[in-house]
């Protein structure tokens, strides 16, 4: 079992930036994938980053692309979501995620708030 505790959200304006931690605890050795999604009201959750634990390959969704990094301190177990250029339709709550093994189920933290105010 993975623990994850997702923290950083809050309230912004749009252009502004917040930066999302998440830990992870319980069985880390061995991780393979961290990642983060979001999701609105009615709305599917859906992909927005991901990191490889061991290599650090790193992957977007399109609507983050060049906006959004995620990084990683595997001392810490630790993931994180810098987001910049902040838009109101980022507005979503969002989920940390990790995988032990590359087709495995995730992983899932509890959520963290983030609104965009235009």
């Known amino acids: 079992q993975v623990q994850l505790l997702e923290s950083g959200g809050g309230l912004v304006q749009t252009g502004g930036s917040l930066r999302l931690s998440c830990a992870a605890s319980g069985r880390t050795f061995g991780m393979y994938t961290m990642a983060w999604f979001r999701q609105t009201p009615g709305k599917e959750r859906e992909f927005a980053a991901s990191i490889n634990w061991d290599i650090g390959t790193t992957r977007y969704a399109d609507s983050v692309k060049g906006r959004f990094t995620i990084s990683k301190d595997n001392g810490k177990n630790a993931v994180y979501l810098q987001m910049n250029s902040l838009k109101p339709n980022d507005t979503a709550v969002y989920y940390c995620?990790?995988?032990?093994?590359?087709?495995?189920?995730?992983?899932w933290g509890q959520g963290t708030q983030v609104t965009v105010s235009s």
């Open positions: 995620a990790a995988r032990v093994a590359p087709y495995s189920s995730y992983y």
